[in-house]
């Protein structure tokens, strides 16, 4: 009996028009998200190798047929993993929030890579070592006392489960992963907590 009613109800000039502002906001809502989504302008950007050299960073010179090749993900944007706006045409707004290199002093305080930090790239035999700041005479500059990974936390320098719940752990991603992980001794940071010391039996890890 209600099916009958809804189907009347529809069946009119009404109902019609309800059921198509309802399909245009879902289509607008789809739209609006999958645009929210896109990394087009990290791409124009980043594969335009005349701006890049201008802007100093030749060597960030990448392809969207790049990224699918060395990725092996095809249907990864950029911000899927690097996060950042990548609708915005200005780097500063463009790289806002996105994950970064930390870089700590000796007393394991963060400190600007700026100044310290020119090559973002190992190359060479040492690739471990290659990124350590140097000055001119190939020195290393003693102010560093070492770089983590952009995926740490800056407040433990450990793995930071927020940070893989927004890349690696999304729903269309890795989640399953991510959540096994996060039970284990090294997701759950279990060893680093039970440290007194930075030179703990237990430390350092992570």
Same mark, same amino acid.
Not at 40 to 69: I, W, Y
Not at 85 to 96: E, F, I, T
Not at 111 to 128: A, H, N, T, Y
């Given at each position: 009996?209600?099916?009958?009613?809804?189907?009347?109800?529809?069946?009119? /000039?009404?109902?019609?028009?309800?059921?198509?502002?309802?399909?245009?906001?879902?289509?607008?809502?789809?739209?609006?998200?999958?645009?929210?989504?896109?990394?087009?302008?990290?791409?124009?950007?980043?594969?335009?190798?005349?701006?890049?050299?201008?802007?100093?960073?030749? #060597?960030?010179?990448?392809?969207?047929?790049?990224? /699918?090749?060395?990725?092996?993900?095809?249907?990864?944007?950029? /911000?899927?993993?690097?996060?950042?706006?990548?609708?915005?045409?200005?780097?500063?707004?463009?790289?806002?929030?996105?994950?970064?290199?930390?870089?700590?002093?000796?007393?394991?305080?963060?400190?600007?890579?700026?100044?310290?930090?020119? #090559?973002?790239?190992?190359?060479?035999?040492?690739?471990?070592?290659?990124?350590?700041?140097?000055?001119?005479?190939?020195?290393?500059?003693?102010?560093?006392?070492?770089?983590?990974?952009?995926?740490?936390?800056?407040? =433990?320098?450990?793995?930071?489960?927020? !940070?893989?719940?927004? =890349?690696?752990?999304?729903?269309?991603?890795?989640?399953?992963?991510?959540?096994?992980?996060? =039970?284990?001794?090294?997701?759950?940071?279990?060893?680093?907590?039970?440290?007194?010391?930075?030179?703990? !039996?237990?430390?350092?890890?992570?």
């Amino acid at each position: 009996m209600a099916l009958g009613r809804l189907w009347k109800f529809f069946g009119k /000039r009404t109902g019609m028009a309800i059921l198509g502002i309802q399909l245009a906001l879902v289509l607008l809502f789809l739209y609006f998200y999958s645009g929210y989504q896109s990394s087009d302008k990290c791409v124009a950007c980043h594969a335009d190798k005349a701006k890049m050299t201008s802007l100093g960073n030749p #060597q960030f010179v990448m392809t969207r047929e790049q990224v /699918r090749k060395e990725s092996r993900h095809p249907n990864t944007e950029c /911000r899927d993993c690097h996060l950042g706006n990548g609708l915005s045409n200005d780097p500063a707004k463009a790289h806002q929030g996105m994950l970064k290199l930390i870089v700590l002093d000796n007393d394991l305080n963060i400190i600007p890579r700026k100044g310290f930090v020119k #090559q973002l790239l190992p190359e060479g035999v040492d690739r471990l070592r290659a990124m350590l700041p140097r000055n001119p005479d190939n020195s290393f500059i003693y102010e560093v006392g070492t770089l983590l990974w952009h995926d740490r936390s800056t407040v =433990t320098l450990g793995y930071d489960p927020a !940070i893989a719940k927004k =890349t690696c752990g999304k729903s269309a991603c890795h989640p399953e992963e991510v959540k096994q992980f996060a =039970t284990s001794m090294m997701g759950s940071n279990f060893r680093q907590r039970s440290m007194r010391t930075w030179n703990d !039996i237990h430390g350092p890890n992570n």
